[in-house]
């Protein structure tokens, strides 16, 4: 029996090594180097602020400052709480998140059955009314101001977190858009099956198409979530009593009071970086429990198009 000679291919790294030696090719080299630099850029004011907060004033205010604390104190934490002037710290964060939550869910429930309905229902004018919903995604807020403040003042909804959880989802154009293209992705022949088998509209939302946009409406959530836990001149706005405050203008309005505090050691430029530190935390919170889903309701839908 004769041996059939083989070229035997080179060997190549295993594991580890083998995504190192790919990664080391010029082109990946170039893009890897390249995102490394944007992420640095993007992730040196976060890092800058949580090292600030772990900072005293001493050090904050080196002629040759550290990223890197060099006695790191919580003692900017302990101030920001302890104060008599911000007492109300855990009362805004509580604030801000009821109103957050109370607004996700009103805007999950109303974008995803205006998503369905823009994607499988016909009706007359049902391009027209969605194109003239996305456009409403280029016009601030801010233009419309006084008209939010007379509109919630007549409705008796101003000082009112109510106000705020009913105001913040109507706008929906994202959140519709991104629902809209999540149920274009969902097959048409599991929605003829189920027809056939006599289901309604209301069953073919709620058990077909629903359970298949799970993703985009974990992006709609997050969304949200930024956008009214971040929120400041609307509820300022619409805001006047300080128990009623969010946290976005309790930090704002921490900068005054530490202002006041020159002489003490830990007061100051620290605080204000470990408030903006507090005040972040639940956003990353949010982002890193349903990052998954992020991911799969971007792939799904908006990204398909």
């Given at each position: 029996?004769?041996?059939?000679?083989?070229?035997?291919?080179?060997?190549?790294?295993?594991?580890?090594?083998r995504i190192?030696?790919r990664?080391?090719?010029?082109?990946?080299?170039?893009i890897?180097?390249?995102?490394?630099?944007?992420?640095?850029?993007?992730?040196?004011?976060?890092?800058?602020?949580?090292?600030?907060?772990?900072?005293?004033?001493?050090?904050?205010y080196?002629?040759?400052?550290?990223l890197?604390?060099?006695?790191?104190?919580?003692?900017?934490?302990?101030?920001?709480?302890?104060?008599?002037?911000?007492?109300r710290?855990?009362?805004?964060?509580?604030?801000?998140?009821?109103?957050?939550?109370?607004?996700?869910?009103?805007?999950?429930?109303?974008?995803?059955?205006?998503?369905?309905?823009?994607?499988r229902?016909?009706?007359?004018?049902?391009?027209?009314?969605?194109?003239?919903?996305?456009?409403?995604?280029?016009?601030?807020?801010?233009?419309?101001?006084?008209?939010?403040?007379?509109?919630?003042?007549?409705?008796?909804?101003?000082?009112?977190?109510?106000?705020?959880?009913?105001?913040?989802?109507?706008?929906?154009?994202?959140?519709?858009?991104?629902?809209?293209?999540?149920?274009?992705?969902?097959?048409r022949e599991?929605?003829d099956?189920?027809?056939?088998?006599?289901?309604?509209?209301?069953?073919?939302?709620?058990?077909?198409?629903?359970?298949?946009?799970?993703?985009?409406v974990?992006?709609?959530?997050?969304?949200?979530f930024?956008y009214?836990?971040?929120?400041?001149?609307?509820?300022?706005?619409?805001?006047?009593?300080p128990?009623?405050?969010?946290?976005?203008?309790?930090?704002?309005?921490?900068?005054?009071?530490?202002a006041?505090?020159?002489?003490?050691?830990?007061?100051?430029?620290?605080t204000?970086?470990?408030?903006y530190?507090?005040a972040?935390?639940?956003?990353?919170?949010?982002?890193v429990l349903?990052?998954?889903?992020?991911?799969?309701?971007?792939?799904?839908?908006?990204?398909?198009?």
């Open positions: 029996m004769t041996a059939v000679s083989r070229s035997i291919p080179p060997r190549r790294p295993a594991g580890l090594f190192i030696w990664n080391l090719r010029p082109g990946a080299l170039f890897n180097i390249s995102l490394i630099i944007i992420c640095a850029i993007c992730l040196l004011p976060v890092i800058w602020t949580i090292s600030s907060s772990l900072k005293n004033r001493h050090e904050l080196m002629t040759t400052p550290s890197i604390p060099k006695e790191p104190t919580l003692a900017n934490y302990e101030w920001m709480f302890t104060r008599a002037d911000m007492s710290l855990p009362l805004n964060l509580w604030n801000s998140f009821k109103v957050s939550m109370g607004s996700v869910i009103i805007q999950c429930i109303s974008a995803s059955m205006a998503g369905f309905a823009f994607a229902l016909k009706f007359r004018g049902r391009d027209l009314l969605f194109y003239l919903l996305i456009i409403l995604m280029f016009i601030p807020r801010a233009g419309g101001l006084m008209a939010i403040y007379e509109l919630m003042e007549f409705l008796g909804l101003r000082n009112n977190h109510l106000g705020l959880m009913l105001l913040f989802p109507s706008a929906i154009s994202v959140a519709l858009f991104i629902m809209r293209q999540n149920f274009l992705s969902v097959p599991l929605e099956a189920a027809l056939i088998d006599g289901a309604g509209t209301w069953r073919l939302f709620w058990h077909v198409d629903l359970p298949f946009v799970q993703g985009g974990a992006v709609v959530a997050i969304f949200e930024i009214v836990w971040g929120e400041y001149l609307i509820t300022l706005t619409l805001i006047d009593f128990e009623l405050e969010t946290v976005s203008i309790a930090v704002t309005k921490l900068r005054g009071w530490s006041h505090f020159t002489s003490d050691i830990l007061a100051g430029y620290g204000e970086c470990a408030a530190v507090t972040m935390l639940p956003v990353i919170l949010v982002f349903l990052q998954k889903w992020f991911v799969r309701g971007l792939s799904e839908g908006v990204l398909k198009m």
